[in-house]
Structure formats: structure tokens, C-alpha cells
């Protein structure tokens, strides 16, 4: 699309707003209208991957209230303040352990963990691998742009080899994550990777993702139009989108050590990993009793406490 | 409210403060513990450990002191009472989201059984440096409070103080441990449940369409809620409003930090737990905390010895807040002040303060490892006298 055109379809939004035409957003209730418009670059792909979310989370079974999302720090870190659920925006990198005390201390609770790749792999890195092998009952929704977008575009764990950014000026001559792989070989339950493109298939990965019990990763790659994308002269929004429809490949049950994405490769997707184990809580519980028997008091939310 | 009798271990018992300071936890009605093992605080995880499953807690050993209190933090906005307990490196590790918890306005406990620094120091052996850092130790601008027990019978009864006063003024509260009071055994009474008074969560009672996380309270403490009630709130590290929302505005931002300084500064009378002895007509004031406390009272006994009657001495219990306005009073009728600390000069900056010149203030440093020799205070005092 060019920009002119682009332009005409901007005008066309603005003529059908929301306020003018008495509408109901579509998300309604469950974003936080009143902090609308957000902060993210048109063509971003964290919008769309909060609308997954957020239509997934209509068709589990699960009460509102009940469901928290934490996010940490950096583009991605602003979503636990656009939904309108118990939201928690914390600090850079600890996004998952304080997930794992608001869940463990009330195992009623869904925690979900939404955050970018910078804040969960690198700063964050030694929770998740430890969260992941204690297979604590939360749902980590990871955001994948291979940049540190917020900061201005400096080289993230998960930038691929030769591509360009603000700390790597001459391309990035690090090995990266393979962000399935790291979850999985931890211990995660349920992995599975999609990108911002594939809208029907993450909205249901994110559903089985939530409902399952135990450690759960979802890879989401995003396109960073601003900082990635402009660095690297891959195009706009949309050429990525593209870049993604035409280099997916859709690989269920794929070896996640087989999964790793180099500077514009293809990207497989899909669902690669889902196992059954006993999560923490179970353990705590069952282990426990078994130890202790009676003199054992199980670890729940008393009434008193309930208020 | 009165203690849940399940973690209240009635009885007289011979404990190390470490294990006094668990026992103190769980009679607060503490049910969520994270923590990583350092010395010399292990033996507080260890215990409870032990106990917290036969009262319905739950302990986790993190992966390191940053998981710990980010998990502490985390477990608080369930509703449940939480802490974490660390040592010198350890309590460096924990600043940030120490700021958070300031921020957030969390109630929870941290406990920092000190050790000789800097860095890693003398692991096994104690000290009192830390004191600084836990007023100052995270960036920005915030109030905490910080109480230091001198025995292990302290460590039980002040650790139940610093989760009443987290909770009443919503804020992050710290016990100032050492090694020497952390390792020392002695006896513990702990009273019947019912003598124990709890302060509860300050939780609101309005609706949820009602409700606003940061409304400004005519004593400065908002009223709090936990995840999962249906309030769909939003609480971030950002300056924020009365909605929690985010605001980068200088004029919230003077809204916002201002109340974290003024809810402790303007209450800070609430707050203040100071021992005093013989200040009527006191010519030298021996100011203490901690273990250090106990020292001073043997240099204080050789100075009477000598001939040296008029001498206060004064235990601060609560470090922080800090007493300014009782410092103030005083300096202007003594000579002077005798500060020692198991440090180069720490919590005495705050004495010279407020003394503003008005008498002398003597600091008797010591680098830790031990505790004074109480000549050392003694000479001080005489110095002091004349």
C-alpha cells in the first residue's frame, strides 16, 4: 500500500470514530477506554496481539475478575495498562516472579505474564528458565520484535545474526535465543509460537494456553515498523506482514531445536510443545501430605483473608 | 484484630533472633514467604520452612533475591500477608522493586539480618552499614519505615510491629537485623493469640465504580484492594493518579511522591518507638540501635563508675522515621551526643543534623566483624562530659 493511500484509510478510520457514531468498541469492556489512543507506532504488532488475547480470554470459562495480567518493562510492558483486568505494571525484568507470588499466594487467581522479549529473555531471563522448571500455573505471552523498541532499538537476545541495531550499528554478530526452545527445554508444558499475522490461530494458542495448567509460553513475533523494520530497510508494517505470510510455515509438533529464526528466514510456527506435569502447586500440596499427613494444612486463600 | 491462633507458638521458648523473627512472622499472620538462602538469614527461611506448612503458608525458595521480592510484592496485592529476608548483598540485589513496593504502596516485610560490607565483606560476622541504604537505597524519593532489635525477644515482637505498620501506612517495612542478634540464643516468651494485636488490611469498602487505588485519605494512606475482587485495577511503577493510571506530568509528579514522603513524615509520631532512660537531667546522650545498643549500655555503667551520673540514653527501636524533632529538643540543653554504631558513620549524619551545631555529637564508629569494645564508648562519653 503506499502512502497515499495509507493516508486515505487513516481519514476513513477517523470518519467512522468510535465517540462520533456512539459506538461500542468492539473490546469493550475489556480494554481501559479512557487510556485510549495507546502508545504504539502505527503497524505495531502488539494491538493485534492484545485483541488475541482479549478475544481469547472471551471464550474461556473463566470469570473476569479472576484473570490478571502482568507485563514488565518496554513496549510491550504497556499492556498490563490498556486492559481492564486486576493489572499489574512492574519493573524491567520481573514481570514472571511477581506473576508467580500473585498466583501462588491465591492459586484461584489466572496470571498471565504479557511482556517483550527484552524484559522476559534477557533481564528476566533467569525467572523464566526457573519458573518454567518449577512449572508454576502461568501463562507467559511473549512479544518478539528482535529489538528493544521502547529504549530506541538496541540489540535484543532474540535480534538475529547480521541484522542492524542502535548498539549493533555494524549487524549483530551474537548468537540468539530460540525462544521455543529455551521454554521448552525448561520445562514449559505448553509451547507455541505465531506471528502478529496468524490472528485466528494465536487467539486459539492463547485460549489453550491460558486453560492449560501448568507453564505456558506463546512466542508472539511482532513487527516493529519504527525501529527493526526501519534499521534493517525491510519496509513498512505491511511489507512485514507480507514478509511473514509468504516465509511462515506452519510445523505443529516441529522439534522446537528446530525453530531457530535467522535475519529474515522462515519463521516456523505453530504449536510444538504440549505435555502433562504436575505443576507447583500440585506438588506442594500432594508432596506435602504425603510427608506430613494430617498435621499438613493445604495452601489456599483462607475465608477470613477472603474479606 | 487479634492473632490467628494457628501460627502463634504460645509458650517460653529458647531461640536465636533469626528463628524468634520467623516465629514473629508467622504470628503476624505472615502466609507467604520467598527468599534466597544468604548468611547470616538463612536460619529465618529455613524455619519457616519448617512451619509454614503446618499453618497454610506458603514458602518458596526463588532463584534469586530479585525473584524474592518481586514475589513478595506480587503475593501482597493477593491479600496476603508476605516477606522476604536477606543479608548485605542480598538487600542490594532487592532495591528495585523495593522502589516498587514503595511505589505501589505494598504493604510487606523485609527483614536484612546485616553483615559486614561492603560487597560480599564478612558473610559470617556482623555490622550495621546498611542503615544508609535502607533509607536511601532504591532511586527516587520515598519514605520507609525501618525498626532494629537488640535481642532475639525484639526480633519476634518487632517483626509483629513491622507488619502492623506495613500495613497500616501501606508501605514497604523493614527489621534492621545483625548477624549478632540474628545468631544470638536467648528467651522468647511468645504470648497467647489473643494478646497479640494485628493490624489489618486497610481494604476498601466501596464499589468497585467507586473505587480509585491512590484517592488521597485525610491521613494519606489510600485504601486497598487484592487481585481477583472485581475491582479491575491498575497499578504501575510510573508516576501515576488517583487512578493508578500513568501521568509523566511534573505536577503529578509532585502529587504522587510528595504523598509517599508525607504519609510516613506526617505520621511519623505513630510510628516512633524509642526507648529513654535518665534524660531529666542528662548532660551526655548516648543514642543507640541494635546491638550496638547493648554495648552502650556497658560503656554508660563504666561511666557512672567513674563519676559520670548525667547521662541519658536513648534506644531508637524505630530507625526510620527518625526522631528529628525529640533530637532537635534535646541538643539544645546537653553537651553533646555519643553515637556509636557498628559503622563509619551512618544514622549519626541524621543526629548532627538536627543537632545543628547546637552541641556536640561524638560518633564511636566501629567497621563490624564485632561489637565495640565498650571502652571505646566509654572514652567517648568522657570526652563528651568535659
Not at chain 2, 340 to 369: D, F
Request: glycine fraction near 8%.
Amino acid at each position: 500500500m503506499k502512502v497515499d493511500e495509507a493516508e486515505k484509510v487513516k481519514r476513513k478510520r477517523k470518519l467512522i470514530s468510535v465517540e462520533e457514531n456512539n459506538l461500542e468498541h468492539p473490546l469493550e469492556p475489556w480494554l481501559r477506554m479512557e487510556r485510549i489512543p495507546h502508545i504504539w507506532c502505527p503497524t505495531c504488532g502488539i494491538g493485534t496481539a492484545v485483541t488475541c488475547f482479549i478475544e481469547a480470554m472471551k471464550k474461556v470459562n473463566v470469570p473476569r475478575k479472576d484473570i490478571c495480567v502482568v507485563s514488565g518493562i518496554g513496549c510491550s510492558g504497556r499492556i498490563a495498562g490498556y486492559i481492564r483486568l486486576d493489572s499489574f505494571h512492574t519493573t524491567h525484568g520481573r514481570a514472571i516472579p511477581f506473576a508467580a507470588g500473585l498466583k501462588l499466594a491465591n492459586p484461584r487467581l489466572h496470571v498471565v505474564v504479557f511482556s517483550g522479549d527484552g524484559d522476559l529473555v534477557s533481564i528476566g531471563g533467569n525467572h523464566l528458565i526457573h519458573t518454567a522448571r518449577r512449572n508454576i500455573d502461568i501463562t507467559v505471552l511473549c512479544i518478539n520484535n528482535f529489538i528493544y523498541a521502547m529504549t530506541g532499538g538496541q540489540l535484543a537476545p532474540t535480534t538475529p545474526p547480521t541484522a542492524i541495531a542502535t548498539t549493533a550499528p555494524y549487524g549483530n554478530y551474537e548468537h540468539p535465543f530460540n525462544l521455543p526452545l529455551l521454554a521448552a527445554s525448561c520445562g514449559a508444558v505448553y509451547v507455541a509460537r505465531w506471528t502478529a499475522l496468524h490472528v485466528r490461530r494465536l487467539t486459539k494458542s492463547i485460549g489453550e494456553a491460558f486453560q492449560k495448567k501448568g507453564f505456558s509460553f506463546v512466542e508472539i513475533i511482532c513487527p516493529c515498523t519504527t525501529l527493526y523494520a526501519r534499521k534493517n530497510k525491510l519496509g513498512t508494517g505491511l511489507d512485514l506482514m507480507k514478509f511473514y505470510h509468504d516465509n511462515s510455515v506452519i510445523a505443529h509438533g516441529a522439534d522446537p531445536k528446530d525453530v531457530d529464526i535467522q535475519f529474515q528466514s522462515e519463521i516456523k510456527v505453530g504449536k510444538f510443545v504440549d505435555i502433562e506435569k504436575p505443576c507447583y502447586l500440585d506438588n506442594y500440596n500432594q508432596y506435602l501430605k504425603q510427608k506430613l499427613g494430617d498435621k499438613f494444612k493445604p495452601y489456599g486463600v483462607s475465608d477470613e483473608e477472603k474479606h | 484484630m487479634k492473632a490467628d491462633p494457628a501460627g502463634v507458638l504460645t509458650g517460653e521458648h529458647y531461640l536465636d533472633g533469626d528463628k524468634a523473627c520467623a516465629e514473629g512472622a508467622l504470628a503476624a499472620g505472615c502466609r507467604f514467604f520467598a527468599g534466597y538462602p544468604i548468611t547470616p538469614s538463612t536460619e529465618v527461611a529455613e524455619r519457616i520452612s519448617e512451619r509454614f506448612p503446618l499453618v497454610g503458608g506458603i514458602f518458596i525458595q526463588m532463584e534469586d533475591e530479585l525473584a524474592s521480592i518481586a514475589a513478595v510484592v506480587g503475593a501482597a496485592w493477593s491479600g496476603v500477608k508476605s516477606m522476604t529476608v536477606t543479608s548485605g548483598p542480598g538487600f542490594s540485589l532487592m532495591m528495585e522493586n523495593i522502589g516498587l513496593g514503595a511505589m505501589l504502596e505494598t504493604p510487606c516485610v523485609i527483614v536484612n539480618v546485616q553483615r559486614g560490607g561492603p560487597s560480599t565483606g564478612l558473610p559470617t560476622l556482623p555490622g550495621q552499614a546498611d542503615m544508609m541504604q535502607v533509607r536511601w537505597g532504591s532511586h527516587g524519593d520515598y519514605e520507609i519505615i525501618a525498626l532494629s532489635p537488640n535481642s532475639p525477644q525484639e526480633c519476634f515482637d518487632l517483626t509483629i510491629t513491622a507488619f502492623n505498620l506495613s500495613e497500616q501506612f501501606r508501605v514497604p517495612t523493614f527489621v534492621m537485623m545483625d548477624e549478632c542478634v540474628g545468631h544470638m540464643t536467648e528467651k522468647v516468651v511468645i504470648p497467647p493469640a489473643e494478646e497479640i494485636e494485628i493490624y489489618p488490611r486497610r481494604f476498601t469498602k466501596k464499589k468497585p465504580e467507586e473505587y480509585l487505588p491512590y484517592a488521597y485519605q485525610e491521613d494519606l494512606v489510600p485504601e486497598i484492594v487484592k487481585a481477583g475482587d472485581g475491582y479491575f485495577f491498575h497499578v504501575t511503577g510510573l508516576t501515576h493518579d488517583e487512578r493508578g493510571y500513568p501521568d509523566m506530568s511534573w505536577e503529578m509528579q509532585e502529587k504522587c511522591v510528595h504523598r509517599l514522603l508525607d504519609k510516613i513524615n506526617k505520621n511519623a509520631g505513630k510510628i516512633f518507638i524509642i526507648e529513654e532512660e535518665n534524660m531529666e537531667n542528662a548532660e551526655v546522650v548516648v543514642i543507640s540501635y541494635g546491638i550496638t545498643s547493648r554495648v552502650a549500655l556497658r560503656g554508660i555503667q563504666l561511666a557512672q563508675k567513674a563519676g559520670m551520673k548525667n547521662i541519658g540514653r536513648m534506644r531508637l527501636l524505630t530507625v526510620w522515621p527518625f526522631p528529628e524533632q525529640r533530637i532537635r529538643g534535646l541538643a539544645s540543653r546537653v553537651k553533646a551526643f555519643v553515637m556509636p554504631e557498628m559503622n563509619y558513620g551512618q544514622v549519626v549524619r541524621e543526629v548532627e543534623r538536627c543537632a545543628a551545631g547546637k552541641c556536640k555529637t561524638i560518633l564511636v564508629p566501629h567497621g563490624g566483624g564485632t561489637v565495640h569494645p565498650p571502652e571505646t564508648i566509654y572514652q567517648a562519653i568522657k570526652e563528651a562530659y568535659q
